[in-house]
């Protein structure tokens, strides 16, 4: 062999270790995410679908990771986000970030169930606790 056919199969493997480099750089998982300061749409506090540039850190690497991140306003408003903020009920958790509710709702029930998907009344009396979803009816109060 050759200095130029040594130099031509040094030159193939330093391309399929490229393209190895460049596999493993990928991000692990399928979700789209936009780019740097590409615009991506999300549900906001008040169940708007709403668009924002992506500044990848902060309240928009937050919105990625719980899945309030959407390429399209449709999926955002197919999201059960969107669903669950204009539903007839309002919701209170503290995950929410958003303050507990200031009059005391009529009807007030939690989610006590995951596997039941199971809704349980609930007597006021002992508190707002932050372990809990809360829902009430808006036409009720």
């Known amino acids: 062999m050759n200095n130029e056919d040594k130099i031509k199969e040094i030159n193939a493997t330093i391309e ?42 902060g309240t928009c690497g937050i919105m990625y990771d719980n899945g309030n991140y959407f390429k399209t306003k449709e999926e955002a408003e197919a999201s059960l986000k969107y669903h669950v903020m204009n539903s007839e009920y309002d919701y209170w958790h503290i995950g929410f970030g958003i303050p507990k509710p200031d ?39």
């Open 103 to 141: 009059f005391e709702p009529k009807g007030v029930e939690y989610f006590y169930d995951v596997s039941l998907d199971w809704w349980k009344s609930e007597s006021r009396k002992e508190g707002w606790s932050n372990n809990r979803l809360y829902r009430w009816k808006r036409s009720e109060q």
């Open 16 to 57: 399929q270790l490229k393209s190895q480099v460049e596999e493993l750089q990928k991000p692990k998982s399928n979700r789209w995410r936009a780019g740097e300061n590409d615009r991506f749409e999300f549900v906001d506090r008040d169940g708007l679908v709403e668009s924002s540039p992506d500044h990848i850190e």
